[in-house]
């Protein structure tokens, strides 16, 4: 089982649609966790930061649960900008510090 | 500069010939990583280091590959005699020094594109 597992995808939505993305992590000393957005062919770039309490930056908000482990991304009124591979990311810090990726989570917003 | 430079952006490579990526962090990131991206495929994690030292090497895939990092800045990727499953984006991220809260996020290199023929 991997450390941090998303749905692969292809999330496949029209615009203006809303979307939401989910992560789960297996170690427990996770720390720090974040969202990135990846276009094809280049490199990833952060999207947000993941707080505890929830946080929100224009039509995007992501949302942590440490009792289950889950974190989750949500995406209103989507843009065709928005067509992208989202990684879930966690910052393990154990006896290593670590960045530790999900696979990934495509997504097509088509006209 | 004000982000993370890789070079070069592209490498051809014969097989078995060995080749040298450089990373140059962003100012004052003291937590170094090297990732690898195969066509289509997920991060892959090579090495991490804080500083000049590398707590954790465990995801470099075999003794061919090594990384250095001196002064606290520049990182080195060696892969000596390439073979063809090498060919890959080698992708190196730099962030403040972890387990500072809040200073925790990694930007990335645009990365080098690694063709071993």
């Known amino acids: 089982r991997k450390e941090v597992e998303q749905d692969p995808g292809p999330f496949n939505v029209p615009e203006g649609a809303t979307v939401a993305f989910n992560c789960t992590y297996s170690?427990?000393?996770?720390?720090?966790f974040f969202w990135y957005r990846q276009d094809c062919r280049k490199e990833p770039k952060l999207l947000m930061s993941?707080?505890?309490s929830g946080n929100e930056d224009g039509r995007f908000t992501a949302q942590l649960n440490r009792a289950s482990q889950y974190i989750s991304l949500l995406i209103r009124d989507s843009k065709l900008s928005d067509s992208a591979t989202y990684l879930c990311?966690?910052?393990?810090?154990?006896?290593?510090?670590?960045?530790?990726f999900g696979s990934g989570t495509r997504l097509l917003v088509r006209p | 500069g004000a982000g993370v430079s890789q070079s070069p952006s592209n490498k051809v490579t014969e097989k078995g010939k060995d080749v040298e990526l450089r990373c140059d962090p962003i100012s004052g990131h003291t937590a170094l990583y090297w990732y690898r991206q195969s066509l289509g495929q997920g991060l892959e994690f090579l090495i991490y280091?804080?500083?000049?030292?590398?707590?954790?090497k465990s995801g470099l895939p075999s003794d061919r590959f090594s990384a250095e990092r001196t002064g606290g800045s520049v990182s080195t990727l060696t892969i000596q005699r390439t073979q063809q499953e090498d060919s890959a984006v080698y992708l190196c991220a730099s962030s403040h020094r972890t387990g500072v809260t809040g200073n925790t996020e990694a930007f990335f290199g645009q990365g080098t594109r690694l063709t071993v023929v």
């Open positions: 280091f804080q500083g000049n030292s590398a707590p954790d």
């Open positions: 170690n427990s000393a996770s720390q720090s």
């Open positions: 990311v966690v910052l393990r810090m154990d006896s290593s510090y670590k960045l530790i």
């Open positions: 993941v707080y505890s």
